[in-house]
């Protein structure tokens, strides 16, 4: 296993289209989480899965916004009618939860949206 | 709710020598974990260090340790002989509750200079 993966790096798209972002967490890890990254600020969280369950949204994900992770393995996060204001760099992170302990969260590399 | 705060925007550090990275936090859970995360230019983040609540003993790796003030809710990294490889964002973070959602600072951006 290599880890998190993201795809694609990066993504250029203009204002008003539809983007889907994708992401495969670490094959034995049943929890998946969003973050956002802006310029000069720390990831805030957007939402977690459990499994194939979404068991949290922040009020940060808009009604464009919407994450699946139909079989609890890959999740894909997509941001309708996009908006300058959406341009970051939006990470994906995974961790096991067993024995009502987590590991660690493991990142993957993200993906950098720019809406021009 | 979680709030983390670092009050270091950026530092600088000499290679070989040591560095603190100061980090307080609020947080009205019972059980919670801290952490060092390292995210290097373009690259991703990485976990440095972490630190469960409930442990008196100071975590250590390495070359890093933290110095945990529960009392004062204080979370300090410390960096000894600074390497080039070191040079990074820094960021730290907390994690209570059964979502284990991490809730960061705004970071620290650490050079190490040559």
């Known amino acids: 296993d290599t880890g998190v993966s993201q795809d694609p790096r990066h993504k250029i798209t203009k204002r008003g289209q539809n983007v889907t972002f994708r992401c495969d967490p670490i094959s034995e890890h049943n929890r998946l989480y969003w973050y956002r990254q802006t310029l000069g600020q720390g990831p805030e969280f957007l939402t977690y899965?459990?499994?194939?369950?979404?068991?949290?949204k922040s009020r940060l994900l808009s009604d464009r916004f919407s994450a699946e992770r139909p079989k609890g393995s890959f999740s894909t996060l997509e941001i309708q009618r996009t908006e300058q204001g959406d341009s970051a760099m939006y990470l994906c992170?995974?961790?096991?939860?067993?024995?009502?302990?987590?590991?660690?969260?493991?990142f993957g590399q993200g993906t950098r949206l720019t809406v021009v | 709710a979680q709030t983390v705060t670092q009050s270091q925007p950026e530092m600088s550090v000499q290679e070989a020598e040591t560095v603190t990275l100061s980090c307080t936090y609020d947080t009205s859970e019972n059980n919670y974990y801290l952490f060092w995360y390292k995210q290097p230019p373009s690259r991703q983040m990485i976990l440095v260090i972490r630190q469960e609540a409930y442990k008196q003993q100071n975590a250590t790796e390495n070359r890093f340790s933290v110095n945990f003030q529960k009392a004062a809710k204080s979370f300090s990294l410390k960096i000894s002989d600074s390497q080039l490889g070191d040079t990074a964002m820094y960021f730290c973070a907390c994690v209570g509750g059964a979502t284990n959602k991490l809730i960061f600072g705004t970071g620290t951006l650490l050079a190490v200079q040559p």
């Open positions: 992170a995974s961790s096991l939860r067993a024995g009502g302990r987590d590991t660690e969260a493991f």
């Open positions: 899965f459990q499994n194939e369950a979404q068991l949290e």
